[in-house]
């Protein structure tokens, strides 16, 4: 299995992806068979495998945290604008600790507003996982206390050369030279959008789990891991359940699917949210997981590449169009 995404580094080097029914019927064989005995392994004191990815026990617990804010940031920010309005997170809960690692002014989330929902439902799912981002934000931040690193640069608008945009055009979502994806316009194009960052967003905390040593800290990202995976489950099963009679949207979170797994290298660790088999042989697929049951974990690295849209060894792009804050800044080179 080969990934060829092109990095992303202006408006037109657009990626290149294999196509959905590739990468879906590469990826039920995959679980089927390679992960069958798929399992969390120490190998000293220094490295680990988690399902098929290694893991090197290189970063501090401090910089895995302060890794999970930079990402608690983009996630806060895009929900709470959605649900809410306004201009986000509060300017107190932005800047860095007095002895934080990187800039100490806080950068602007930009390009967000607050969607009109015409499902309820969705509008309440969006309430209740914006006030949950805002509370891990404040929670990482108390933890770090005066090591907690500022909010970097966000991008979040929906012009053509933005992340949004660029994301969709490159996972096939919409189609066209300068054509834009508007997450704010319909209750659809909002989830869609939250399932770009959700599942990405759980599978970095089951990572970092596994590298972090104090009990304490371990803690921190383990309640916020369980609760994003609640929240992942979330946006799956609704757009798993509005898909039945939409069928767009199935397929375009499997070709977002698909995107993520191209940047960040050639394990495939992602699922889309199509079911297997037909009719009464059917399985649903709102729960991606290795073989064993235990769901996916990335690295920061390699989180990193989807972050930037970019599957290049980079400091930047994407989302974060100046790089995140902290010691971990660097994309993986796949």
Do not use: C
Not at 209 to 217: E, M, N, R, V
Not at 235 to 247: D, F, N, Q, V
Not at 289 to 308: K, S, V
């Amino acid at each position: 299995m080969t990934d060829d995404l092109q990095p992303i580094d202006s408006p037109t080097a657009e990626p290149i992806v294999v196509t959905p029914a590739e990468r879906a019927s590469e990826r039920r064989q995959f679980f089927r068979t390679a992960l069958g005995a798929a399992a969390v392994t120490v190998a000293g004191a220094t490295a680990l495998t988690l399902g098929p990815r290694a893991f090197a026990d290189t970063t501090s617990d401090v910089d895995n945290l302060n890794f999970a804010l930079q990402l608690g940031y983009l996630e806060a920010q895009f929900y709470n604008i959605a649900a809410f309005g306004g201009t986000g997170l509060p300017a107190g809960q932005l800047t860095a600790g007095s002895a934080a690692t990187g800039t100490n002014v806080a950068g602007q989330a930009t390009g967000a507003r607050q969607v009109t929902f015409t499902d309820p439902l969705v509008a309440q799912y969006a309430a209740e996982i914006a006030q949950d981002k805002a509370a891990h934000v404040a929670w990482l931040r108390t933890e770090l206390n005066t090591v907690a690193s500022a909010q970097p640069a966000i991008d979040l608008g929906i012009a053509a050369t933005g992340a949004f945009s660029t994301a969709m055009r490159a996972a096939g979502v919409i189609t066209g030279a300068g054509s834009t994806f508007d997450p704010y316009a319909s209750d659809g194009n909002f989830l869609l959008a939250a399932f770009l960052f959700a599942d990405v967003g759980v599978s970095v905390l089951r990572g970092a789990i596994a590298l972090i040593t104090d009990a304490g800290h371990r803690e921190v990202v383990e309640g916020a891991m369980i609760t994003d995976a609640h929240h992942a489950a979330i946006i799956r099963t609704t757009l798993y359940a509005k898909g039945a009679t939409t069928a767009s949207l199935r397929t375009n979170a499997d070709l977002i699917s698909n995107l993520r797994d191209a940047l960040d290298g050639t394990g495939d660790d992602d699922q889309g949210i199509s079911p297997s088999g037909t009719g009464a042989t059917a399985v649903a697929n709102v729960i991606p997981a290795y073989a064993d049951g235990t769901i996916f974990a990335r690295d920061t690295t390699h989180t990193l590449n989807i972050a930037y849209l970019n599957s290049a060894q980079v400091t930047k792009g994407g989302f974060f169009p100046n790089g995140v804050n902290g010691t971990v800044v660097t994309s993986a080179a796949n």
